[in-house]
């Protein structure tokens, strides 16, 4: 079964979309740049969230026009985790990094002093980063350039675009996952794989 949970908002940012969701005949999942719809899962319960992909798919969807390709590669880069400085857990307090107090120096004294914005409580949640699933490291990925023909007018006419990714890693364990570039710049990347069909918003798009 395809992990649908990958695919919604991070529970930490924000309140929606955070859960796949399910109308009368599919299942979705979703962060505001990439949808994923698959067939109706029994258990995930019908809901109402901020967005209507019934709509956003009916404006994307599948004509029979597209050209699919593979999803191009892409390189991984590890670093800390900005989120929590390294530590693998949730901090609070941006102001002391999770210290409780702040150090500094004038031209007359060092001051060790109680940080104002978490009153010494360290502000560090015994709950791993979800940013970096509790390891303090953060892979980072390459955002690929690409260009692809796509049918105007039917004319063929490149176009190219910048791909995240973090969605391409995201994407890239879809059973036969296929990409289909469309003929806006403002209109997202169409996916299919075994089992459904999603959007996916580039990071730029225009004609070469």
Same mark, same amino acid.
């Given at each position: ?15 929606t979309l ?42 994307? =969807? ?6 699919w390709t ?5 390189? &991984? &880069? ?42 010494? =409580? ?5 709950? =791993? ?57 403002? =209109? ?21």
């Open positions: 079964m395809i992990d649908l949970k990958k695919f919604c908002r991070k529970s930490h940012y924000t309140e955070t859960e796949p969701f399910s109308d009368d005949n599919y299942t979705y999942a979703a962060d505001g740049s990439i949808l994923i719809r698959v067939d109706k899962i029994p258990e995930i319960v019908k809901s109402y969230p901020s967005i209507n992909p019934k709509q956003i798919l009916e404006e994307n =969807k599948i004509d029979g026009n597209e050209i593979d999803p191009p590669k892409f390189k &991984i &880069i590890e670093k800390n985790c900005t989120e929590c400085d390294g530590t693998g857990k949730i901090i609070v307090c941006k102001e002391c990094n999770g210290n409780g107090s702040l150090e500094f120096s004038s031209d007359y004294n060092d001051y060790d002093v109680e940080c104002k914005s978490c009153y010494n =409580k360290k502000s560090t949640i015994d709950k =791993k980063c979800e940013d970096c699933e509790g390891t303090g490291r953060y892979k980072e990925y390459s955002n690929p350039i690409i260009k692809e023909d796509v049918r105007i007018d039917g004319k063929l006419e490149q176009i190219k675009i910048i791909i995240s990714g973090r969605y391409l890693k995201m994407i890239q364990d879809l059973p036969n996952i296929k990409i289909a570039l469309q003929d806006s710049s403002i =209109k997202p990347i169409k996916l299919k794989f075994d089992g459904g069909i999603g959007l996916l918003m580039p990071i730029e798009m225009r004609k070469s």
